[in-house]
């Protein structure tokens, strides 16, 4: 992934296309490497089919760009269950 730059004390919302992903996919997002100095990843979904939300956070005063290349990407799938009428 190539990240774009977020601003210092902020979240930012980015989206990332990924072939295959569905709208009810648990998603999880780690990167390999060490991370820019104040970003994390605070939260992640599937937002539309094959698009993936990854909400950043830049905990410094200054803006920075989350780190540029391999992040690991595990994705939960519930295929062949109906949930009852009940499920919250």
Same mark, same amino acid.
């Given at each position: /992934? @190539? +990240? %774009?730059?977020?601003?210092?004390? !902020?979240? %930012? *919302?980015?989206?990332?296309?990924? +072939? &295959?992903?569905?709208? =009810?996919?648990?998603?999880?997002? *780690? #990167?390999?490497?060490?991370?820019? !100095?104040?970003?994390?990843?605070? =939260?992640?979904?599937?937002? *539309? @089919? =094959?698009? /993936?939300?990854?909400?950043?956070?830049?905990?410094?005063?200054?803006? %920075?760009?989350?780190?540029? &290349?391999? #992040?690991? /990407?595990?994705?939960?799938?519930?295929?062949?269950?109906?949930?009852? *009428? =009940? @499920?919250?």
């Amino acid at each position: /992934l @190539a +990240p %774009a730059q977020v601003s210092g004390s !902020t979240t %930012a *919302t980015q989206t990332f296309t990924i +072939p &295959g992903l569905a709208v =009810n996919d648990s998603v999880s997002l *780690t #990167y390999q490497g060490a991370q820019t !100095t104040g970003i994390s990843i605070v =939260n992640t979904w599937v937002s *539309t @089919a =094959n698009v /993936l939300s990854v909400q950043f956070v830049n905990a410094s005063g200054s803006a %920075a760009t989350p780190a540029a &290349g391999t #992040y690991i /990407l595990a994705c939960d799938r519930l295929e062949g269950t109906t949930l009852p *009428t =009940n @499920a919250a």
